[in-house]
């Protein structure tokens, strides 16, 4: 009896329900961006009269305007795809091999290896920012592009070497191998053999690299301080906020802008996103 008292009201809300239920759901995620576009277009008297309201009354470019000329993010934003684009690589390059090696060879220490790198998860990410900062000084790399970049590639990246490890520890051993026999090196193998096997997870690392660099803020904020000139779209929101005053419609003009790069990158590698997350947890 109970568990038709429990069955009873699924089957009363129906398909037409729950797709009401999940429309409600996804409207509220989805309300805050979608608020920050339409604040886009408002000048700053209606977007306080009527800040709840989606619709503006007449749409404003004044505020890309501003964003892309007196705000600087034309510089700002070749400086994110400049350093995202080279995170991008390094990141992709060592969690590759990171994760070839500990997928395919067998030696001492491997197994403490992956447990440091497992304990890696605990670790807030914000106490390695000091220490990151510390050696960027002493090796001459804060205020540079160079130092950005190291800083924003050279985490953990956990995910992305267990995805690696993962996807690498179901390719069969018999084409390493092979190639080994044809006289082919260790990263000849890995080069040409390994890696263009490994696309759907490749594309996951990229998005998951794009995000975190694209979106960081600390890191660049630290690395650029005294150079103002270097820095990237989440840092050169600053630029619309004074002692006195904010430009909020700028501010959301810089934030969609930021915003489409990410929604345009997902969406050209979702498919291989989730193949990718699929492929690794099946392995």
Do not use: H
Not at 141 to 147: A, C, E, M
Not at 228 to 240: D, E, I, K, S
């Amino acid at each position: 009896m109970s568990a038709q008292r429990r069955i009873v009201p699924r089957k009363a809300i129906g398909p037409i329900g729950v797709f009401v239920l999940l429309a409600v759901f996804c409207f509220g995620w989805i309300y805050p961006f979608l608020w920050m576009i339409s604040a886009s277009f408002k000048d700053s008297l209606e977007l306080f009269q009527k800040g709840l309201q989606l619709l503006p009354d007449s749409f404003k470019f004044d505020a890309y305007v501003r964003a892309w000329t007196k705000g600087g993010f034309s510089k700002y934003f070749v400086n994110s795809v400049w350093t995202t684009g080279m995170s991008i690589m390094l990141v992709v390059a060592r969690c590759a091999l990171a994760g070839y090696v500990l997928a395919m060879y067998d030696f001492k220490g491997k197994t403490l290896i992956l447990s440091v790198l497992i304990a890696t998860f605990l670790v807030p990410t914000g106490t390695t920012i000091i220490p990151i900062v510390g050696f960027s000084q002493k090796m001459g790399l804060l205020n540079s592009r160079t130092g950005l970049i190291l800083a924003m590639s050279g985490g953990g990246q956990v995910t992305s070497i267990l995805l690696y490890k993962s996807f690498f520890e179901r390719v069969p051993k018999s084409l390493t191998e092979a190639a080994i026999v044809d006289g082919a090196g260790f990263m000849t193998v890995f080069a040409k053999v390994i890696l263009p096997m490994s696309g759907p997870v490749t594309a996951t690392v990229v998005i998951l690299t794009f995000m975190f660099a694209w979106n960081n803020f600390m890191l660049p904020l630290v690395f650029t301080f005294g150079d103002p000139a270097l820095r990237t779209l989440p840092v050169g929101m600053l630029a619309f906020q004074s002692a006195n005053e904010t430009d909020w419609s700028g501010m959301a003009a810089a934030g969609t802008l930021g915003l489409l790069p990410i929604v345009a990158t997902f969406i050209a590698l979702q498919k291989y996103f989730v193949s990718g997350i699929a492929g690794a947890v099946k392995g």
